[in-house]
């Protein structure tokens, strides 16, 4: 449970990074997003075939789960500032 959260904080900071704006909710916002994100990431790879590498009984994630993750976090980041505008 605290790497999904430690991968949530990395997919929604670097979600913001990648998409820099005022979010309604700000940081926490941001980080269940990133959250999700990482739900969403894991699900498109799992529905495309592709699963990176993962650090199986780790607390840090791999890279390969950061950046699927962060995918997720930026596709639900955008879903959420165009149900918000």
Known sequence: MIGWI???LIAGALAKW????????????????????AFVGGWIGKI???LPASNP???IPGVGSIL???????????LYRKMKS
């Open 6 to 8: 430690l991968l949530g």
């Open 18 to 37: 990648i998409m820099p704006g005022n979010d309604p909710g700000g940081f926490f916002v941001t980080v269940l997003i990133g959250i999700a994100g």
């Open 48 to 50: 495309l075939d592709f």
């Open 57 to 59: 009984g780790g607390m």
């Open 68 to 78: 699927t993750a962060t995918l997720g976090a930026v596709v639900l980041l955008f």
